[in-house]
C-alpha cells in the first residue's frame, strides 16, 4: 500500500507539473498577445471570465469523478485538452474568430476542472504522511509557474508565435496523460451496489456530498470564511494596481513586484513548510490555524489599505501568499481525512465552487462599492470583514474552539 501511494503521489506531481507550465505559459501570453493586437480591453475581462467561470462546475464534476473512478477520466480529460489546444492554435491569431477562442478556452478550463476533480479521488489513496507533502509541493510548484509565466510568458512571444506556443500548452497535456497511464489504478473501478444513472440520482449525489459538509461543523465553518474571504481577495486582485499607482504613486515596478512577492511567499511555503503546518495543526487542531490564518489575512488587506507606505502591500502580499498556502494544504488535508472515500469527489467540488463563487461574488460586490467608496476604503472594508468574520465562526460564545472528530487528523 505504502509502495502504491508513493508511485501514485510522484506520478501525480510530475504530470500535474507538465501540464500546468503549458497551461500557465499559453494563458499568460494570450494575455499579452490579445493586449498588442485586438485593442479591445472588455476581451480581456471576458477571457479571465473563462479562466475561472468553469470552477463553478466543480461540483457537478465532482459528482461524475466519484462515480468513474479510476484513470480513464484522469487521461481522456488530459487528452482532449490537447485537441482543445490544437484547436486555439488554429485559431488563435483570426481577429474574427475571437469567439471561437473563448469558447475553447472555457472548454479548456471545464475540462481542467474534471481532471483536478477526478484527481482528488485518487489523492484518498495517498497516506496521510505524504497527502500535505504532495499538496504542498503541487502547491509550491505551481505558485512558481505562475510567477514565471508572469514574469516571462509576455516576452518569450519574441522568440516563439502564439500559435506555437498554444502547441506546446498541447504538447505538455500529452505528456501529462501519458504519465496519468502509469497510475497504479484500474482504468474504471466499479462502485458497490447498482450504478445509479437517472437524472433524480445525479442531483441526489450532489445533494449527498453537500449534506456531508453540512454535518461536519468545521467543514461549513470553512466555507463560509472562504466565502465571507473573498471580497479580500477580490479587491486584492482588482485594484491592487490602482492602489499603488494611484493612491501611493509608486511606479509600475512596485505592483509587478508586489505580485512577485505572493508567488515567491506561497511557493516557499508550500514546498518548505507544509510539513510544518501540518505538524501544528495535529498538536493544536486545524481550527487554531484557520483562525490564524484568516485574521492574519484580514490583518494583511487592511494594512494595505491604512498604510501608504509601498513596502507595505509587497510586505502583506508575501505574508498573504504563505497563507494562502497554509489554506491550500490543510484545507484538502482536512476533507480527505473527514469523509469517506466514496464521496470525495463532490465534497471537495463543494469547497472548490464556494472558493470560487466567493471571489465572483466578491467582484460583484466591490463594483457597486466601487461607486460609493474609495479603493483605498474598499481595502479597508474588505480586510475588517474577513478580520470580524473569522473569529466570529472559529470561536464559540464560551470562547472554546469550534472543532471536529478529526480536526487533528491532517
Known amino acids: 500500500m505504502a509502495q502504491t501511494s508513493a508511485v501514485t503521489m510522484r506520478l501525480l506531481w510530475v504530470a500535474n507539473w507538465a501540464s500546468k507550465i503549458g497551461d500557465v505559459w499559453f494563458e499568460t501570453a494570450l494575455i499579452w498577445y490579445w493586449s498588442l493586437t485586438l485593442h479591445r480591453p472588455h476581451l480581456l475581462s471576458l477571457l479571465g471570465l473563462m479562466f475561472t467561470l468553469p470552477g463553478l462546475l466543480s461540483a457537478v464534476m465532482g459528482v461524475l469523478a466519484d462515480r468513474l473512478r479510476g484513470k480513464l477520466l484522469i487521461v481522456s480529460s488530459a487528452w482532449f485538452q490537447a485537441l482543445l489546444c490544437a484547436g486555439l492554435a488554429a485559431f488563435v491569431t483570426n481577429s474574427a474568430q475571437v469567439g471561437l477562442v473563448l469558447a475553447l478556452m472555457g472548454c479548456l478550463e471545464v475540462l481542467g476542472v474534471l481532471r483536478g476533480s477526478a484527481i482528488n479521488v485518487v489523492a484518498g489513496i495517498i497516506t496521510p504522511e505524504e497527502r500535505a507533502q504532495f499538496i504542498g509541493i503541487l502547491h509550491g510548484v505551481v505558485s512558481g509557474i505562475r510567477l514565471a509565466g508572469r514574469l516571462l510568458a509576455a516576452s518569450s512571444l519574441l522568440w516563439f508565435s502564439i500559435r506555437e506556443i498554444a502547441l506546446l500548452d498541447g504538447l505538455s497535456f500529452v505528456i501529462a496523460g501519458a504519465l496519468y497511464l502509469f497510475l497504479p489504478l484500474p482504468w474504471l473501478e466499479k462502485r458497490a451496489g447498482e450504478q445509479r444513472r437517472t437524472v433524480w440520482a445525479f442531483f441526489h449525489d450532489l445533494a449527498e456530498g453537500v449534506h456531508k459538509v453540512k454535518r461536519d461543523g468545521l467543514s461549513t465553518r470553512l466555507l463560509l ?151 483605498q476604503w474598499m481595502f479597508v472594508t474588505a480586510g475588517l470583514l474577513t478580520l470580524v468574520s473569522a473569529p466570529a465562526l472559529f470561536v464559540r460564545i464560551k470562547g472554546g474552539l469550534v472543532t471536529s472528530p478529526t480536526a487533528r487528523n491532517v
Not at 259 to 274: D, N, Q, S, Y
Not at 318 to 325: E, K, T
Not at 334 to 362: D, K
Request: with cysteine; net charge neutral; hydrophobic share 60%.
Open 225 to 375: 470564511i472562504f466565502f465571507l474571504s473573498g471580497p479580500s481577495m477580490a479587491v486584492v486582485s482588482n485594484d491592487l494596481a490602482w492602489r499603488i499607482g494611484r493612491n501611493i504613486h509608486a511606479p509600475s515596478w512596485a505592483y509587478g513586484l508586489s505580485i512577485a512577492m505572493e508567488m515567491v511567499g506561497a511557493m516557499v511555503a508550500g514546498m518548505l513548510g507544509a510539513k510544518l503546518f501540518r505538524k501544528v495543526a495535529q498538536r493544536y487542531g486545524v481550527s487554531l490555524v484557520f483562525l490564524i490564518d484568516f485574521v492574519l489575512l484580514g490583518l494583511c488587506v487592511l494594512a494595505i489599505g491604512v498604510f501608504d507606505s509601498v513596502w507595505i502591500p509587497m510586505l502583506s502580499m508575501f505574508v498573504m501568499g504563505v497563507l494562502q498556502a497554509a489554506q491550500n494544504v490543510l484545507a484538502p488535508s482536512y476533507v480527505l481525512a473527514s469523509f469517506p472515500h466514496e464521496v470525495i469527489g463532490r465534497v471537495a467540488s463543494v469547497f472548490s465552487t464556494v472558493e470560487v463563487g466567493s471571489q465572483a461574488v466578491g467582484s460583484a460586490v466591490l463594483a457597486v462599492c466601487a461607486s460609493i467608496l474609495s479603493v
